[in-house]
C-alpha cells in the first residue's frame, strides 16, 4: 500500500467518525471525490485547498504527501496538512490539471506520451 492509499485510508476513517461533529467546518461543503487539505509552510499561514481524489495517486502529489509523513507522520489528526509552499503547491496542482487535460485530450485519440517529472524530485523543501 503506497503513501497516498494510507493517508486516504486515514482519512476516509477519521472523515466518517467525525462528519456530525465537523459539518459546521467545512466538510459539508467538499463535493464527493475530493477532499480537503491545508497547504503552508512553517512560516506562512496555512491555506485551505479542495482537492480530487485522483491527487493521491500521482507521482508529484505523492512526494508531497511523503514530505507531510516525514514532518507529522501518518497519525495526522483531521485535515491533512502539506508542509510546502503555497505557491509550490499551486504550480503543482497547476501541472496536475495539465497533465489530466493532455492525457484526457490524448486518450480521446489514441496518443500516449509518457511525461516524467523527475526534474521535479526534490524541489518542494524550500
Known amino acids: 500500500m503506497g503513501s497516498g492509499e494510507k493517508i486516504l485510508k ?8 467525525n462528519v456530525k461533529s465537523n459539518s459546521k467546518h467545512g ?10 487539505i491545508k497547504v503552508g509552510s512553517k512560516e506562512e499561514e496555512k ?6 481524489v485522483f491527487y493521491f ?26 508542509p510546502c509552499h503555497v505557491e509550490v503547491f499551486r504550480y503543482v496542482q497547476d501541472m496536475i490539471n495539465r497533465e ?3 492525457n484526457y485530450h490524448n486518450n480521446h485519440h489514441d496518443h500516449r506520451h509518457n511525461q516524467s517529472h523527475n526534474h521535479l524530485v526534490g524541489c518542494f523543501r524550500a
Do not use: W
Open 10 to 17: 486515514s482519512v476516509h476513517s477519521n472523515r466518517s467518525n
Open 27 to 36: 466538510i459539508k461543503d467538499v463535493p464527493k471525490g475530493c477532499l480537503a
Open 47 to 52: 491555506q485551505r485547498f479542495v482537492v480530487p
Open 57 to 82: 495517486n500521482h507521482p508529484l502529489f505523492m512526494q508531497l504527501l511523503r514530505e507531510a509523513e516525514e514532518e507529522y507522520g501518518f497519525e495526522q489528526k483531521g485535515t491533512i496538512t502539506i
Open 100 to 102: 489530466r487535460s493532455v
